[in-house]
């Protein structure tokens, strides 16, 4: 029986530290994933991102010591150089979240060598539940009700 999962998911899985991008869906000339955020970023640009390869959903192991990016189209692409702050503009460019909200919670996962899991995005329903939250809490407690 054939495999579901993807050669990047594989690799995302596995506790490589350095691999060289090769998928024929990839242009040709991409450099090697070592770790190095320069390298990542250059990759990320040449697949089209921003632009062309809308991303839909970033999952993080280790930290952010490894990023796998789905696109739109299904491709998946692993980076093993982005720290919060890129992570955090390429979510807030795919329309996942403010940037300044998304580099807090993404700083947050950086510190955690554990963290297996999507990288969260901030939307509006989030927004919404708090402040609803906090319309709550006004009419429990409203001022100059001592």
């Known amino acids: 029986m054939a495999s ?14 350095s691999y060289q991008p ?4 990839y242009p040709a000339g991409l450099l090697r994933e070592t770790g ?5 970023l250059e990759n990320l640009r040449r ?3 921003p632009g062309k390869l809308q991303v ?7 930290g952010l010591s490894r990023v796998l990016i789905q ?3 299904g491709e998946q692409y692993l980076a093993l150089g982005l720290n919060a702050k890129e992570a955090a503009r390429i979510a807030a460019e795919a329309g996942m979240g403010p940037y300044d909200e998304l580099l807090a919670l993404y700083e947050d996962v950086a510190a955690l060598p554990d963290y297996d ?7 509006t329903a989030n927004a919404a539940v708090e402040a609803d ?12 009700d001592e």
Not at 22 to 25: E, G, Q
Not at 36 to 40: G, T
């Open 36 to 40: 190095d955020l320069q390298a990542s």
């Open 56 to 62: 839909q959903s970033m999952a993080a192991r280790k």
């Open 47 to 49: 697949l089209g991102t």
């Open 117 to 123: 899991d999507l990288l969260p995005k901030v939307t």
């Open 71 to 73: 696109f739109s189209t």
């Open 4 to 17: 579901i999962i993807s050669e990047m998911l594989a690799t995302f899985r596995s506790d490589v530290e």
């Open 22 to 25: 090769s998928n024929p869906a």
């Open 133 to 144: 939250y906090a319309a709550f809490e006004r009419e429990q407690d409203p001022p100059g």
